[in-house]
């Protein structure tokens, strides 16, 4: 089944989406971001955005096929490969194509991971249900910066 588009999510399960308290929780209380599609193209939001995380004291996992060292953290091709290396995973942050993200979102469950965030744009309510239903914090379709934007308190 293809992942939904975006104008199909808005009608299909809200439930799916994360909700204010949700995002806040994870921003707030979780120390290990993996960003899934993070290399050090600058002119990529996952850079930006991980750079931000990194401000407010996450540390962060860079995960991209080429296994870049991105804000001077080491890189893995994988989130299994990033497991086995730093350990206890919070959150996986997905910056990567809507085609894709199940995939990562698959690997989080794998892994053990705590949350899932699939950031703006990044829709695919099928991986958003397996990892709600695997016990997994959701957050679909929202960025971090600008959860900390609408929220200066976290």
């Known amino acids: 089944m293809e992942p939904a588009t975006y104008a199909d999510a808005v009608t299909r399960d809200p439930d799916l989406y994360g909700d204010d308290a949700t995002?806040?929780?994870?921003?707030s209380s979780t120390d290990v971001w993996v960003v899934a599609g993070l290399s050090t193209?600058?002119?990529r939001d996952a850079y930006g955005v991980s750079r931000l995380l990194q401000s407010k004291g996450k540390r962060i996992v860079p995960v991209h096929p080429r296994a870049e060292?991105?804000?001077g953290e080491t890189g893995y091709a994988s989130v299994?490969?990033?497991?086995?290396?730093?350990?206890?995973i919070d959150v996986v942050d997905c910056f990567v194509n809507s085609r894709r993200v199940g995939e990562v979102v698959d690997a989080a469950i794998a892994?053990?991971?705590?949350?899932?965030?699939l950031q703006l744009s990044v829709i695919d309510e099928d991986a958003?249900?397996?990892?709600?239903?695997?016990?997994?914090d959701v957050v679909m379709d929202r960025c971090p910066a600008i959860e900390y934007r609408r929220n200066p308190l976290l």
């Open 23 to 27: 995002a806040a929780r994870l921003l």
């Open 41 to 43: 193209d600058q002119s």
């Open 69 to 71: 060292t991105v804000h």
């Open 111 to 117: 892994v053990g991971a705590k949350a899932v965030w």
């Open 80 to 88: 299994q490969d990033a497991a086995f290396a730093v350990g206890p």
């Open 128 to 136: 958003a249900r397996r990892a709600r239903d695997a016990g997994l």
